[in-house]
């Protein structure tokens, strides 16, 4: 048997296989969730390593296995350094994928990371959006935070369908949120930043998109949100206990969800309980659970590894019939790659 060939696959390459896929993107999500709703996916807890001294930073490693006809294993390494931003504005994020071959366990690629994740978080907001929330030409959507993700669920939103009169797009630091604006402007896309508060974009916008950067709650009045909008919580801690409770609530996988202090995490803490929990994405893809009308919903993803490693998976097959990964010859010194005699 034979060392598998060891390949790299950087951001130029991931960009170029993604370019133009989203609605491919979104139902490879959607059908990781089906597979991970029926038990088909093996996915641990995410290992949170963390520094005492720079308690802002954190590496999380989240492994995973698809054990579908095409199966494979890996894990996603992710960075998250929020100070970078300050530091010559490298982007907050940076991570690796890395995949194993199941026949022998070598690992196969090692792929430029934070692509990969913003576009599964994205697709699966998107893909959330289009089963909560039927209206996809609200008066507007707000857009809470003004970082890569909530860039990437912007073009996700658009490029399947969503037509709002205008993106209200809110940030602490308004400057990120001008610049926002000014970007979906030169697009043809008419945004708004809103400077005053992010109460005043989320107030009547159809649906909200959180993406921030807090670690406590801080949109605390259960009475901002009306049974017609959706709220994709991807940043997850941005609202407090009442507002999940007045919610119907749908997460990606309950277990996981109920860690690390998100507000479902302290839902679950104030009321002994997960009743406050409608189900998962995988009960609305398969009709199990509908949305309901009479409240606000919330989607809270904790964001699963099983989603990096499929769509990692995918770009690996695209990258190589394409040409575009890099054979890192004989890695593993067992003269079995690619340019072995
Ligand atoms: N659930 C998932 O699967 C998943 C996956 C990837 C990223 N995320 C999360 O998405 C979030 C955004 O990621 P990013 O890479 O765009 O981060 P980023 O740091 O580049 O951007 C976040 C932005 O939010 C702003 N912000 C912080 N607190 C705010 C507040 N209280 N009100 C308004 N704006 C605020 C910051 O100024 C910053 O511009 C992070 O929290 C990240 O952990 C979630």
């Known amino acids: 048997m034979k060392a598998p060939e060891f390949q790299l696959i950087g951001a130029h390459a991931v960009a170029r296989v993604l370019h133009g896929r989203h609605e491919d993107v979104m139902e490879l999500v959607a059908q990781t969730y089906r597979l991970h709703g029926d038990g088909r996916t093996t996915n641990p807890d995410s290992y949170f390593?963390?520094?005492?001294?720079?308690?802002?930073?954190?590496?999380?490693?989240?492994?995973?296995?698809?054990?579908?006809?095409?199966?494979?294993?890996?894990?996603?390494?992710?960075?998250?350094?929020?100070?970078?931003?300050?530091?010559?504005?490298?982007?907050?994020?940076?991570?690796?994928?890395?995949?194993?071959?199941?026949?022998?366990?070598?690992?196969?690629?090692?792929?430029?990371?934070?692509?990969?994740?913003?576009?599964?978080?994205?697709?699966?907001?998107?893909?959330?959006?289009?089963?909560?929330h039927s209206d996809t030409a609200p008066d507007a959507v707000a857009v809470i935070g003004s970082g890569p993700i909530a860039r990437q669920v912007v073009e996700y939103l658009r490029q399947s369908g969503w037509r709002p009169g205008r993106f209200r797009v809110h940030d602490l630091v308004p400057a990120r949120a001008e610049a926002f604006r000014d970007e979906l402007g030169a697009l043809g896309v008419n945004a708004e930043a809103v400077t005053t508060s992010a109460e005043d974009a989320v107030r009547g916008a159809g649906l909200v998109v959180l993406a921030t950067t807090a670690a406590e709650p801080w949109l605390a009045d259960p009475g901002l949100l009306t049974p017609d909008q959706t709220v994709l919580n991807v940043s997850l801690r941005d609202l407090a206990v009442p507002v999940i409770l007045a919610a119907q609530?749908?997460?990606?996988?309950?277990?996981?969800?109920?860690?690390?202090?998100?507000?479902?995490?302290?839902?679950?803490?104030?009321?002994?309980?997960?009743?406050?929990?409608?189900?998962?994405?995988?009960?609305?893809?398969?009709?199990?659970?509908?949305?309901?009308?009479?409240?606000?919903?919330?989607?809270?993803?904790?964001?699963?590894?099983?989603?990096?490693?499929?769509?990692?998976?995918?770009?690996?097959?695209?990258?190589?019939r394409l040409g575009l990964a890099v054979a890192a010859d004989d890695f593993f010194g067992l003269g079995t790659g690619a340019s072995a005699p």
């Not at 997960?274 to 606000?296: C, K």
């Open 49 to 132: 390593l963390r520094f005492p001294e720079r308690p802002d930073a954190r590496i999380i490693a989240l492994p995973a296995r698809i054990a579908d006809e095409d199966e494979v294993a890996g894990i996603k390494w992710i960075a998250s350094f929020p100070g970078n931003h300050e530091h010559g504005g490298l982007p907050r994020a940076s991570a690796v994928v890395i995949l194993n071959d199941m026949a022998t366990g070598f690992p196969l690629a090692c792929i430029e990371g934070s692509a990969i994740s913003a576009n599964r978080t994205a697709a699966s907001a998107a893909l959330a959006a289009r089963l909560l």
């Open 249 to 320: 609530n749908v997460l990606d996988d309950v277990e996981h969800c109920m860690k690390a202090n998100t507000s479902p995490h302290l839902a679950e803490q104030a009321t002994g309980g997960r009743d406050f929990v409608a189900g998962t994405v995988s009960d609305l893809i398969e009709g199990r659970i509908a949305p309901d009308p009479t409240r606000p919903r919330i989607f809270s993803p904790f964001g699963l590894g099983v989603l990096d490693l499929a769509l990692a998976r995918f770009i690996h097959h695209e990258a190589g």
